[in-house]
């Protein structure tokens, strides 16, 4: 099989040749210290362009090169609104939202609806997202990867945060949690606003590149730790909603396209809910010591794509024997009958040695036929 044919094998439940591979996406990059040293150990030379221009992330690089030497599966595009529209250091993005930068991350330290009321809503100046998107180079890139290659092509994320997580920047966290059990008629406001800018966002991606793309990833929304933030009940109340106009506008837009929906943590409870709302493929499966993946792969596996699941806190910082062990048990309980892309759960941070990188994917090519 080529590159393309795996991961929609994979994805469609089938089993392909071998189990396919994946990195540097819109939640499972490789952070630009990592990069910087990937290049000297895979000796690439100097850095490209970073396709973020203002470098307002962790994750600003993405480099063809390192992924054709690790010969992964999958290529992604941009939208250029993550760049555009996302956070900048030290000011403000296009949410109104202001960033302070602490080493390699930045930090919302300026909530802009914090006060607000729901009148105040109809008054605030949401994202005008149609000047903030470079739909020639969306079109170039997924053009180009569609005609002439045989990779994958899956769509970053429209924007960094879904609608849980933009919410908690606008309002502060802590205050928007309060919100839900007391203020449902702020909360109802305030997500409908989030999700009408996703939306249009979403559709100004799928009418420029949409007959291109395999997969997009919608915009990471994290209701989980080491357990749920929220009730399911709650998801159910406030969230599904948003998120079948979200999905409803893919499938209206593009309909072949396979939707990934990103989570951290303890997501279990939620995942037969993604399921009824159209989403076909999940990341991250965190391996947290109360998530049970044999279990879940019985419960979902012929309806949910498992994309992730690699440790990047214990097993990438590691050993390469920890590695090959760690990989060989994702395979033998994620891959049978197909449904599963190897990935790190999560971005590789500045602490995971450049070899290990090289390793997990030497390890999902040694152990990964089927």
Same mark, same amino acid.
């Given at each position: 099989?080529?590159?393309?044919?795996?991961?929609?094998?994979?994805? %469609?439940?089938?089993?392909? +040749?071998?189990?396919?591979?994946?990195?540097? #996406?819109?939640?499972? !990059?490789?952070?630009?210290?990592?990069? *910087?040293?990937?290049?000297?150990?895979?000796?690439?030379?100097?850095?490209?362009?970073?396709?973020?221009?203002?470098?307002? $992330?962790?994750?600003?690089?993405?480099?063809?090169?390192?992924?054709?030497?690790?010969?992964?599966?999958?290529?992604?595009?941009?939208?250029? *609104?993550?760049?555009? #529209? #996302?956070?900048?250091?030290?000011? &403000?993005?296009?949410?109104?939202? #202001?960033?302070?930068?602490? !080493?390699?991350?930045? !930090?919302?330290?300026?909530?802009?609806?914090?006060?607000?009321?729901?009148?105040?809503?109809?008054?605030?100046?949401?994202?005008?997202?149609?000047?903030?998107?470079?739909?020639?180079?969306?079109?170039?890139?997924?053009?180009?990867?569609? /005609?002439? =290659?045989?990779?994958?092509?899956?769509?970053?994320?429209?924007?960094?945060?879904?609608?849980?997580?933009?919410?908690?920047?606008?309002?502060?966290?802590?205050?928007?949690?309060?919100?839900?059990?007391?203020?449902?008629?702020?909360?109802?406001?305030?997500?409908?606003?989030?999700?009408?800018?996703?939306?249009?966002?979403?559709?100004?991606?799928?009418? =420029?590149?949409?007959?291109?793309?395999?997969?997009?990833?919608?915009?990471?929304? +994290?209701?989980?730790?080491? %357990?749920?933030?929220?009730?399911?009940?709650?998801?159910?109340?406030?969230?599904?909603?948003?998120?079948?106009?979200?999905?409803?506008?893919?499938?209206?837009?593009?309909? $072949?396209?396979?939707?990934?929906?990103?989570? +951290?943590?303890?997501?279990?409870?939620?995942?037969?809910?993604?399921?009824?709302?159209?989403? +076909?493929?999940? $990341?991250?499966?965190?391996?947290?010591? %109360?998530?049970?993946?044999? &279990?879940?792969?019985?419960?979902?596996?012929?309806?949910?794509?498992?994309?992730?699941?690699?440790?990047?806190?214990?097993?990438?910082?590691?050993?390469?024997?920890?590695? /090959?062990? /760690?990989?060989?048990?994702?395979?033998?309980?994620?891959?049978?009958?197909?449904?599963?892309?190897?990935?790190?759960? &999560?971005?590789?941070?500045?602490?995971?040695?450049?070899?290990?990188?090289?390793?997990?994917?030497?390890?999902?090519?040694?152990?990964?036929?089927?």
């Amino acid at each position: 099989m080529d590159h393309r044919e795996r991961v929609l094998t994979a994805i %469609n439940h089938q089993e392909p +040749d071998r189990v396919p591979t994946a990195i540097w #996406g819109s939640a499972y !990059g490789i952070t630009d210290p990592l990069y *910087f040293d990937l290049l000297k150990e895979l000796n690439l030379g100097e850095p490209v362009t970073p396709f973020r221009l203002r470098r307002g $992330h962790t994750v600003n690089y993405y480099d063809d090169r390192v992924l054709d030497a690790l010969d992964t599966d999958v290529r992604h595009v941009w939208l250029g *609104f993550t760049d555009l #529209g #996302g956070p900048i250091a030290n000011g &403000n993005d296009a949410w109104g939202v #202001g960033w302070t930068q602490a !080493g390699i991350y930045l !930090g919302p330290t300026n909530y802009p609806l914090e006060n607000a009321t729901v009148e105040d809503l109809d008054r605030y100046a949401w994202p005008n997202v149609d000047n903030l998107v470079r739909r020639d180079e969306l079109l170039a890139r997924a053009k180009y990867l569609k /005609e002439q =290659t045989d990779y994958a092509v899956v769509g970053r994320a429209a924007d960094s945060y879904g609608v849980l997580e933009r919410c908690n920047s606008l309002r502060r966290m802590d205050k928007f949690m309060i919100d839900l059990g007391t203020h449902p008629d702020f909360v109802t406001t305030l997500i409908d606003r989030v999700t009408t800018v996703l939306c249009r966002l979403l559709t100004l991606y799928l009418e =420029t590149a949409g007959p291109y793309l395999d997969v997009i990833e919608l915009p990471g929304d +994290d209701y989980a730790a080491a %357990n749920p933030l929220i009730s399911p009940k709650m998801f159910d109340k406030f969230f599904a909603p948003a998120y079948r106009r979200i999905i409803g506008s893919i499938k209206d837009a593009a309909p $072949h396209v396979k939707i990934l929906f990103h989570s +951290d943590g303890r997501m279990e409870p939620f995942l037969s809910r993604l399921i009824d709302l159209g989403v +076909d493929v999940f $990341h991250c499966l965190e391996p947290l010591p %109360n998530v049970d993946m044999a &279990n879940i792969k019985a419960k979902y596996g012929d309806r949910l794509t498992f994309w992730g699941a690699i440790d990047i806190k214990q097993t990438m910082t590691g050993g390469v024997a920890q590695i /090959e062990a /760690e990989v060989q048990e994702r395979i033998r309980t994620l891959a049978p009958g197909g449904g599963y892309v190897i990935a790190p759960a &999560n971005h590789l941070q500045p602490d995971v040695p450049a070899q290990n990188v090289i390793a997990l994917f030497e390890a999902a090519r040694k152990y990964g036929r089927y």
